[in-house]
DNA sequence: TATGAATGAGGGTTCATTCAT
DNA sequence: AATGAATGAACCCTCATTCAT
C-alpha cells in the first residue's frame, strides 16, 4: 500500500518486486530485533540494497515500519484464508484455527512481537492501528461466527460468543508470548489444552482421532 | 545486589540511595520504550543523574539493564509476598494470585515487556535467565501447592496441576500482552472470566459476593 | 590500497581523493602528536571532513591508523626511488642514501615516530608489522649491494656488509631520535659524521669537494 | 623533588613511600604505552591507589608525568654511579658504560620511550628539558673525560672528543629505537658492533677477553 | 592521609537521511 | 531505478578532576 508499486494477488513465488523483497527482510528484521535496533543499512545488507534505496521507496525508517508491519499483515490473511477454506463445520474452523497457530507460529509470533513493539512506541498512526485491529477482528469474527453456527447447529452448548473468542485469542497470545520468553515452552501442548478446554466450554466431545481434531495431543 | 553499595539499614520508604534510584528510573523507562531507544541521558536526566555516574555504578548500559532486571524482580517478589499473606485457604490464594493481577497489572506489563525485550536481543545471559524463570516459577509453585492442598481438603476436583498452573499463567500473559496491544482492553473483566473458567474446571462454586472472589466482574 | 576507492587516471599532483586526502592529515598529526592524542575530529577538521566521512572510509580510528602508516610507506618508497635513480657507482649510492635522510628527515622522522608509537601500544598486526619491515629491508638491502658492488669493484675494503649495513641504519635511526629529543641537534653535521666514519670503514677517500660527497660538512 | 615527601639516598628495597611507589608505577606505564593512552586510574589500580590520592599528591596528570620523569632521571643516574664507581682505566669507563647500555637496556628504553613522548608533544617545561639534557650529558661528560684521559695517556689516538661522543651516544639511541621497532633486535650485538668501532677509532686494541671488554661478540 | 561520589568535557562511533549523478 | 559520498545529530562511554568526609 505503500510502497511504490506491488499487489501480486497470484499464487506463490513469483519474482517478488524490490519493495516486497525489502519489506519481507525488514518484517524478519524487525521482528528478530525491534525497531530501534534494525538499521536501515541492516535491511540493505539483507537485501543487496543500496541504503539509500530504501529511502528512494519508502521515505523514512517508520514509514518502512508501517509499510512492513500492512505488508505483513496481508501476508499472514492470505495464509489464513487458504487454510480456512478446506474447513466446513464450526468444530472443524474452531479446531483449524487453533492448528493455524501452530502450524504458522513462527509467523505470528513475529507478528505479535513487531504489534508490540509498535503499540509500544510513540510511533503510532490511526491506519496501522487500524490494520492491526483488523487483523485480530477478521480471526475473531471468522470464530464467533463458527461458534455462533454450531449452537444454531445444536452442536454447541450456549455460551456467550464474544467472551469465548476473547478469551480464546487471548490466550493464543499468551501462548506466543509464553514461545517467546522461554524457548522450550511447547506451543503444540499448549494450544491442545485450549482446545481441550474450549470443547469442554462447549459441550463438545469430539471423537478421538478425526481429523478436526487437528491439534493432537502430545 | 547489583548497584555497588546498598548500606539500607532501616525498614522500607527511606529515601532511597542513588543507585536504586537509578534502577527504578531504568524500569520505567525500559518497559516504556525498550533497551535500544532510553538513552542513559533518558535515564540521567529522571533522576537529576549525570550520565558519567550510571556508569560509576553500573558500568554499562547492558550492565545497567541487567541489573535493572533483578532489581524490579526482586522488588516484584517483595509486591506478591506482601498480597500473599493474607489469604490462607486454597481458593483464596487462588483468588489472590488473579487479584494481583489486576492490582499489580501495572507492574507486570511493565515486566512482562521487559522480559520480551530482554528474550529478544542478543543480550542473554545465564544468571537473568535464571532471574526471569525464578520469578515465573515462583509464582506457579504457590499456586500450584494451593490447588494441591484444595484438592487433598476435597474443594477441588482431581485435575492435572502441573497443566493447570501452566494454562493460567499463560493466559494472564496473554492479559497483559493484550492490554499492552489495545488501550481498551479491560483487564479486570478477561481475569474474572479467567477465575470463572478456573472454577468451573477445579469444580468450585464460589458463594456470589464473598472476599474470596476477589475479582468481581464488571 | 586501503581506502575504498582510488581511480586515479593522470600522473601525479592531481587534487587527490579524500581518501588519500585524510591519510595526508592523519600522518601529519599523528606523527606531531601521537594515535591517542589525534582526535578524528583533529582530522577531520584539518581536511574540512565531516568526522562520519572518516569512519565511512576507514571504519575505525585503528584501521585509519595502520592505512596511514601504509599509505605513508609507500610514499616514502616513491620519494626513496626517486632520488635512488640518479645515483649510479656505489659511493654515489651509499653517499645519496645518507643524503636522503638529510632531505628527507622530516619524512624519516615522521615515520619513525609513528613507528614507535605503533610498536608500543597493542595496535600491532602482522600486516603492517610487513609493511614497516618492508621499508626498513628495502633500503637496507640497497645500500647492502652498493657495498657489495664497491668490493667487488675493488673500491671498498672487505668488510662484513650485513652488519655495516645495520650500523649504519642503527645509527640514522639515532640520528632521528636526537632530533626529536632536541631542537638543536644537527641532522647535517650527524650524518656527515656517519658517513665519514663508514668510508673510513670501508676504505674509501672521496675526492674533496665531488658531488658524490653529498653531505657537505657544515 | 615534586612530590611531598621522598629521597632515599640509602641502599635499594627500602618499603617505599606512597609518593614514590606511585611514581614508579607510572614510569613503568607512561613507558609503556604513553602519556595520553595512561589513566590515572591506571596507575591508581597498579598500586591500589584511589584516583583521589595521585591528585592529592601531584596535583594533576601533568605534573605527575613531569614528577615521574624526574624521579626516573634520578634513579638511572643511581644505577650508572653505581656501576660507574668500579671502573677506573679509561678503556674500563668507555666499555663499562657501553655495556651499562645493554644490563641497563630496559631502563634506559623506557627512558628515551618516555623522553620523545614528553618531546613530541606541548608538554613541555624547562625544568623538564633541563633535567633530560642534564642526564644526556652527564653521561656524555663522563665518558668525554675519560677519552680526553685516555689521549692525555697515550691509550688514545688524537681524535674529536665532543664529535665521537655525540657519535656514540647517538648510537646508543638508535640501538634502543631499533629494539623498540623490532622485537629481535639484538641489542648485545649492536652495542659490541659500536664498541668495535669506537676501539678502532680511538687505535685501541683491547686484550681478547680482558674484563674491560665488558661486552662480549656473540 | 585516604576515599567514594560526582561531574563536564570530550572522544569514538553509529545512523537516519540527503543529494548529485 | 540505483548508488556513492556526505553530514548532523546523537549515543555510549571514558577520563581528568573535584569535593565532602
Given at each position: 500500500?505503500?510502497?511504490?508499486?506491488?499487489?501480486?494477488?497470484?499464487?506463490?513465488?513469483?519474482?517478488?518486486?524490490?519493495?516486497?523483497?525489502?519489506?519481507?527482510?525488514?518484517?524478519?528484521?524487525?521482528?528478530?530485533?525491534?525497531?530501534?535496533?534494525?538499521?536501515?543499512?541492516?535491511?540493505?545488507?539483507?537485501?543487496?540494497?543500496?541504503?539509500?534505496?530504501?529511502?528512494?521507496?519508502?521515505?523514512?525508517?517508520?514509514?518502512?515500519?508501517?509499510a512492513t508491519i500492512e505488508n505483513a499483515v496481508d501476508?499472514?490473511?492470505?495464509?489464513?484464508?487458504?487454510?480456512?477454506?478446506?474447513?466446513?463445520?464450526?468444530?472443524?474452523?474452531?479446531?483449524?484455527?487453533?492448528?493455524?497457530?501452530?502450524?504458522?507460529?513462527?509467523?505470528?509470533?513475529?507478528?505479535?512481537?513487531?504489534?508490540?513493539?509498535?503499540?509500544?512506541?510513540?510511533?503510532?498512526?490511526?491506519?496501522?492501528?487500524?490494520?492491526?485491529?483488523?487483523?485480530?477482528?477478521?480471526?475473531?469474527?471468522?470464530?464467533?461466527d463458527a461458534i455462533r453456527a454450531g449452537i444454531r447447529?445444536?452442536?454447541?452448548?450456549?455460551?456467550?460468543?464474544?467472551?469465548?473468542?476473547?478469551?480464546?485469542?487471548?490466550?493464543?497470545?499468551?501462548?506466543?508470548?509464553?514461545?517467546?520468553?522461554?524457548?522450550?515452552?511447547?506451543?503444540?501442548?499448549?494450544?491442545?489444552?485450549?482446545?481441550?478446554?474450549?470443547?469442554?466450554?462447549?459441550?463438545?466431545?469430539?471423537?478421538?482421532?478425526?481429523?478436526?481434531?487437528?491439534?493432537?495431543?502430545?
Open positions: 500500500m505503500t510502497a511504490k508499486k506491488q499487489h501480486r494477488t497470484t499464487a506463490a513465488p513469483v519474482p517478488l518486486n524490490r519493495a516486497e523483497e525489502l519489506l519481507i527482510a525488514a518484517f524478519e528484521l524487525f521482528a528478530e530485533r525491534n525497531f530501534a535496533s534494525v538499521t536501515i543499512k541492516d535491511i540493505g545488507a539483507a537485501t543487496g540494497a543500496n541504503t539509500a534505496l530504501i529511502y528512494y521507496y519508502f521515505g523514512s525508517k517508520e514509514a518502512l515500519f508501517r501476508r499472514a490473511f492470505q495464509h489464513f484464508r487458504l487454510l480456512r477454506t478446506q474447513r466446513t463445520t464450526p468444530p472443524e474452523v474452531i479446531a483449524g484455527w487453533l492448528e493455524n497457530h501452530v502450524e504458522l507460529q513462527d509467523l505470528i509470533r513475529k507478528m505479535v512481537k513487531i504489534g508490540l513493539d509498535y503499540a509500544g512506541t510513540g510511533r503510532r498512526t490511526a491506519p496501522i492501528d487500524r490494520t492491526v485491529r483488523r487483523f485480530y477482528d477478521d480471526e475473531a469474527s471468522a470464530v464467533g447447529q445444536g452442536l454447541f452448548r450456549k455460551v456467550d460468543v464474544k467472551k469465548l473468542v476473547t478469551f480464546i485469542s487471548t490466550h493464543l497470545d499468551g501462548v506466543m508470548v509464553r514461545s517467546m520468553l522461554f524457548d522450550d515452552f511447547d506451543v503444540r501442548a499448549a494450544v491442545a489444552e485450549l482446545q481441550a478446554m474450549v470443547w469442554e466450554r462447549l459441550g463438545w466431545k469430539p471423537d478421538g482421532d478425526r481429523s478436526s481434531s487437528a491439534v493432537r495431543r502430545t
